[in-house]
């Protein structure tokens, strides 16, 4: 009986597994099912039936999927969540082109997305302004005259969403579900992760150098002449390179007892006497704020010490003014707007992927003017 029993136990355990398995490949079914009316289940196609599930049941599970669904060459990965998502960003590209077109009602939400639009697809006014949409920014920074107004900065930044310094944020209290707290994490790199700056074979050198090249080019573009751009982007490598090797691994970062350290004020002034929480916080409109988790303590140590090791006006005149350039990043770009063709070979030269929906110049033309109304 107990035999009987447990074979029986080890069968639902077997077909239980299975179903699931098979349900998740079924999300994942080819596009012709997907496009097909009314298709729903899982794919058959999709399971490679020349792979015995006892010896590698992924590969039996998904293996028909990825067999008919090799990796497209523009990208690092692919999955049925990846084509969900250009599709989606197909259907957004539709809504705002035949909102631009439209001679929708004034005021009307249908009249302000397709103005929006046009206006960031309008290469000619965007190469004619320039960086006169950042100009107050940098005078700003260009203004810093000490440690104090460099932090003003850095919240300034962070108040649009640039993660000069770190990244600092609302999160859980992962040991108080009753409670969102203010959480600081290490930031400020402008490659993705700290092993872009550390390893030392071929193919992470000649990212690097690449990258050197990228912020010279930026630097350029904001009007500085071309030995001076070299000499300021080989600063930027140099502060971020300082910071990566503060920076926890992909690794650590995975486990959430290392990324929790929840500090009171007097527990922040002891690990970053060089930095004003409290000037901070005011800036960033929560003066009440008595403790917030600090993801990792020893990156904001490193940053404090460099915060008084690097002059200031490496971090004032080359850094803040690189990353004031990420305000660029973060508003829509035109098909061949010199900040785009400048930004999107380091994006391809990293994920080779571009963000939202291809815009090389073979693929798109550019929209020079906007639409009447």
């Not at 930027?236 to 650590?252: V, W």
């Not at 915060?307 to 850094?319: G, H, N, P, Q, V």
Request: with cysteine; net charge positive.
């Amino acid at each position: 009986m107990s035999k009987r029993f447990f074979s029986a136990g080890c069968i639902l355990t077997i077909v239980g597994v299975l179903a699931v398995a098979l349900a998740g490949a079924g999300l994942r079914a080819s596009s012709a099912a997907a496009d097909t009316p009314h298709s729903w289940g899982f794919d058959p196609a999709n399971l490679d039936k020349t792979c015995k599930p006892c010896d590698d049941f992924y590969q039996f599970a998904m293996g028909g999927w990825m067999k008919s669904n090799p990796i497209p060459p523009e990208y690092s990965s692919w999955g049925s969540f990846t084509r969900l998502g250009d599709k989606n960003q197909q259907n957004l590209r539709q809504i705002l082109e035949a909102a631009e077109h439209a001679k929708a009602a004034p005021g009307s939400n249908e009249q302000k997305i397709g103005d929006l639009y046009a206006s960031c697809m309008d290469t000619t006014a965007i190469e004619a302004a320039g960086t006169k949409p950042i100009e107050p920014e940098l005078a700003r920074i260009a203004a810093i005259k000490n440690e104090a107004d460099l932090q003003a900065e850095a919240e300034r930044l962070h108040g649009k969403g640039v993660g000069a310094f770190f990244r600092f944020n609302s999160a859980q209290d992962l040991k108080d579900s009753t409670q969102v707290i203010g959480a600081a994490f290490q930031g400020g790199l402008g490659l993705p992760e700290r092993e872009y700056y550390l390893k030392e074979d071929d193919k992470s050198k000649q990212l690097r150098d690449s990258y050197v090249k990228h912020v010279a080019k930026m630097f350029e573009l904001l009007g500085d002449p071309a030995d001076q751009s070299a000499a300021e982007a080989a600063t930027i490598l140099k502060i971020e390179t300082a910071l990566a090797n503060a920076s926890m691994k992909n690794t650590d970062l995975r486990d959430p007892d290392k990324t929790y350290h929840k500090m009171s004020l007097a527990d922040l002034r002891t690990l970053t006497p060089n930095f004003s929480w409290e000037a901070y916080f005011k800036a960033a409109g929560h003066p009440d704020l008595k403790e917030i988790n600090v993801g990792q303590p020893d990156f904001f140590k490193a940053l404090d010490a460099q915060l008084s090791a690097t002059l200031i006006d490496d971090w004032a005149k080359r850094w803040a003014r690189f990353m004031c350039r990420n305000i660029f990043r973060r508003r829509p770009r035109p098909a061949l707007s010199r900040w785009s063709t400048t930004w999107l070979p380091r994006c391809a030269m990293i994920c080779r992927r571009c963000p939202g929906w291809d815009r090389t110049p073979a693929s798109r033309p550019p929209r020079n003017s906007k639409p009447s109304r």
